[in-house]
């Protein structure tokens, strides 16, 4: 099972960061399944057990907002994103339940061609094996550094 | 990302425009002027927000902050106050606290030459100060208690810390007055706060113009969708500002009012804010009377660089850090209270989502003031016009006024003289 579960979790997060990066934000809500939590925080809030994010969304009409939110409602300059994910590391496996940590480094990309490292961090996931997929049920967004600039406007 | 061209020094005229409507650009690109700021306003006779007393909660934690350039200090020693001083070793000038934060300190040494300080800021240690074997060493006319880093007065208001190394600024009960320190009382007073997070924004710009943003309510509602749309803050609901004698502080509340739902002054003006937009999962908006007065926004701010904001059941402080004469630091706290139940503190979080870097309504704040600093580059002789409203900086029952930012120049041409 174990070695499976990377394979599945790895297509899971390719999926994940070709979704943002292809700028399809519509189909991203659709990447959670069951019961949805998507959370975006910082180190030192995550080590230090302090509940806030930056985003906090706990079910898909959450997810569905941000994205709507983000092309009717907010003003932000026109922006992209080059995910490049580093490899799963497996926590745990409780039947289908799979913990895993994958580490992420992100690229922004304004319209003037300016491309900086925006983000690096963590993601703690955890997933259900269903089927020969894994289906995100829950994704901890944690930054390494609690410094944002500017704004945040995709997801991570 | 957002350079600006910087003018040249003999740019700047020497006089600012007559009234309180004009704002010269060169105010937020000249670099003399963000020196003698610091100087004036945040070394001169103010009080700056530096922490929350719960976050010193018992001796021996302790934080760093910045009031303007300059590192602080902030402890709570054994006898159970509060203390600041400048993080600036007293010998060869290195920061002796190099933590953001932290438990059980019972000194500060500079890691440099291990010179150490007590929790009040006192120096108590010179290493090798009377050499070795009776050679080198500090002269005998060396007195330790000659030497230290500049300490800060404090003064604490319903658990918000402030310092200042003026020695001639007033109580904070003066310096405040009675109406804002009221409405400082209306979200915290009596309340243990927890912190629920912690996040900082670098803003591309300079701080000032974060600091019209934040006492601008003519833009509120038209910049910020989210605002409108969902009747959190509608330029025609009930509400006010209140603006401090001094003009430095101000407050902005509004009220529910089921008749603002009907007016047409939004649809007759053509704004984006008439849109069709509407939430899939409107729990995000679902709040609890937290205050028992109908009003479901208040932002407070003291000036020169402190909010304090209650947007629905969301409650932050705001510290404004000047970095440079066109990047900011905006250092948000999420608060929530000790005896909040566990489906408060989940509205409060959900709510979160309103506020700071990817807040529905902050994310925008963060952007607009670069779009400000871009577009005046290269117009350090020109200016901004602020009139809406009229041109005095007086309390009002209209928010469709600019009177708090004037307010605001009004108090920032006290502090520089000009």
């Given at each position: ?6 394979q599945?979790?790895t297509?899971a997060q ?13 189909e991203?809500?659709?990447l ?17 057990g ?18 709507s ?14 995910h490049?994910l ?23 990309i ?8 925006y ?7 955890v997933?259900?094996?269903?089927d ?14 609690s410094?944002i600039d ?7 | ?9 003999d ?10 409507t ?6 937020f ?5 963000y ?15 530096l922490?929350l ?22 402890t ?16 060869r ?6 933590e953001?934060?932290?438990?059980h ?22 290493a ?11 002269p ?72 019209e ?18 009747e ?26 089921p ?27 679902e ?40 990047r900011t630091?905006?250092?948000w706290t ?8 566990p489906?408060?503190?989940?509205t409060?979080i ?13 994310m ?24 809406m ?5 007086n309390?009002?029952?209209s928010r ?19």
């Amino acid at each position: 099972m174990y070695g499976n579960s990377l394979q599945y979790i790895t297509k899971a997060q390719a999926d994940y960061a070709r979704c943002i990066d292809d700028d399809r934000l519509e189909e991203w809500p659709s990447l959670f399944h069951g019961p949805c939590l998507y959370k975006i925080t910082t180190a030192s809030n995550y080590r230090d057990g302090l509940e806030a994010g930056i985003v906090f969304a706990n079910s898909r009409g959450m997810l569905t907002d941000r994205v709507s939110a983000l092309r009717e409602a907010n003003i932000y300059e026109r922006q992209s994103y080059r995910h490049i994910l580093g490899l799963p590391s497996i926590l745990s496996e409780d039947g289908a339940k799979v913990k895993s940590e994958t580490p992420f480094m992100v690229a922004r990309i304004l319209q003037d061609g300016d491309t900086s490292i925006y983000a690096t961090g963590r993601y703690f996931d955890v997933y259900e094996i269903v089927d020969g997929a894994a289906q995100l049920n829950e994704r901890t967004v944690v930054c390494d550094s609690s410094r944002i600039d500017t704004l945040l406007a995709l997801p991570l | 990302m957002n350079k600006i061209v910087l003018p040249p020094e003999d740019a700047r005229p020497l006089n600012w425009p007559e009234g309180l409507t004009r704002v010269p650009y060169w105010v937020f690109q000249d670099q003399s002027v963000y020196a003698e700021e610091q100087r004036k306003i945040f070394q001169g006779p103010n009080w700056h927000y530096l922490a929350l007393e719960v976050e010193l909660a018992e001796p021996g934690d302790f934080l760093t902050t910045h009031i303007g350039d300059t590192p602080v200090i902030v402890t709570r020693d054994t006898d159970n106050e509060i203390y600041a001083f400048e993080n600036r070793c007293a010998h060869r000038g290195a920061l002796i606290c190099l933590e953001n934060r932290g438990k059980h300190r019972k000194d500060f040494s500079c890691v440099y030459h291990a010179w150490n300080y007590d929790p009040q800021g006192n120096l108590t240690g010179v290493a090798f100060k009377d050499g070795i074997k009776g050679k080198g060493g500090m002269p005998d006319s060396f007195k330790m208690e000659q030497h230290g880093p500049r300490k800060l007065r404090i003064a604490i208001v319903h658990g918000l810390i402030f310092g200042s190394f003026s020695e001639d600024v007033p109580s904070i009960e003066e310096y405040l007055g009675e109406e804002i320190l009221n409405r400082i009382e209306r979200v915290l007073g009596g309340r243990k706060a927890v912190v629920l997070g912690r996040f900082t924004q670098a803003l591309p710009n300079n701080w000032k113009l974060y600091m019209e943003n934040v006492k601008d309510s003519y833009h509120a509602s038209i910049l910020h969708l989210f605002f409108t749309t969902f009747e959190l803050n509608r330029l025609s609901m009930k509400g006010g500002i209140i603006v401090d004698e001094s003009g430095g502080h101000h407050v902005s509340y509004s009220a529910i009012d089921p008749e603002a739902a009907k007016d047409v002054d939004y649809a007759k003006q053509q704004l984006r804010s008439e849109s069709e937009y509407k939430l899939a999962d409107p729990t995000l908006l679902e709040s609890f009377d937290e205050y028992h007065d109908g009003c479901t926004l208040q932002i407070l701010s003291v000036f020169p660089t402190f909010v304090l904001q209650q947007i629905q059941n969301a409650i932050a402080v705001r510290q404004i850090v000047p970095r440079a004469v066109d990047r900011t630091d905006l250092n948000w706290t999420y608060l929530g209270f000790a005896d909040d139940t566990p489906e408060q503190r989940l509205t409060r979080i959900k709510q979160g989502n309103l506020v700071g870097p990817a807040g529905y309504i902050s994310m925008e704040d963060g952007c607009v003031g670069g779009f400000v600093q871009r577009g005046i580059a290269g117009a350090s002789e020109d200016q901004a016009v602020l009139e809406m409203g009229g041109a005095e900086a007086n309390s009002s029952e209209s928010r469709v006024t600019e009177a708090s930012v004037r307010g605001f120049w009004k108090a920032y041409r006290a502090n520089m003289g000009i």
